[in-house]
């Protein structure tokens, strides 16, 4: 399915696609963002990334995601299969930690699934807020969080 006008309501009409376009998406996520400063009279939001390198500058790992406010949120944490075993994850997310801390944030959170890293957080101190199953697949989505200290 592209693209299916389900139904009007007035001049306006639903639409359903399977293959949104880039701007539509951001469309809708500018819109909220507005929202959200106003309602909140703040605009702090600010992403960042962190990159592991190869000697041909190709990308083995990373960590990616966003703060605001006074948390940090993880979207992405990853290193290549080569290099895992030899404590690359763990250096990665003590950066992101002190990114964090740069920034003030009193909180990191981030989900993964069962069959990704949930072990590896709790291992560096995220605490286990719920976990969802997803029964179709005989996983579960875990939703971690990590209270900084203040320094």
Not at 10 to 15: C, T
Request: proline share 2%; with cysteine.
């Amino acid at each position: 399915m592209n693209q299916v006008e389900l139904y009007a309501f007035g001049a306006l009409r639903f639409e359903r696609t399977d293959q949104p376009a880039r701007a539509d998406l951001e469309a809708i996520s500018d819109a909220l963002f507005e929202f959200n400063c106003q309602t909140t009279q703040t605009n702090d939001f600010r992403e960042f990334a962190v990159f592991l390198r190869d000697e041909q500058q190709e990308i083995v790992g990373g960590a990616a995601g966003w703060s605001r406010w006074d948390w940090l949120h993880i979207s992405t944490l990853w290193i290549c299969e080569t290099y895992t075993g030899r404590g690359l994850g763990s250096r990665m997310l003590s950066q992101v930690e002190a990114l964090a801390r740069e920034r003030g944030c009193q909180m990191i959170d981030l989900s993964t699934f069962s069959f990704q890293a949930p072990a590896f957080y709790r291992k560096h101190g995220f605490v286990e807020l719920f976990a969802m199953d997803i029964p179709s697949r005989g996983i579960k989505k875990h939703f971690l969080q990590k209270l900084l200290d203040k320094i």
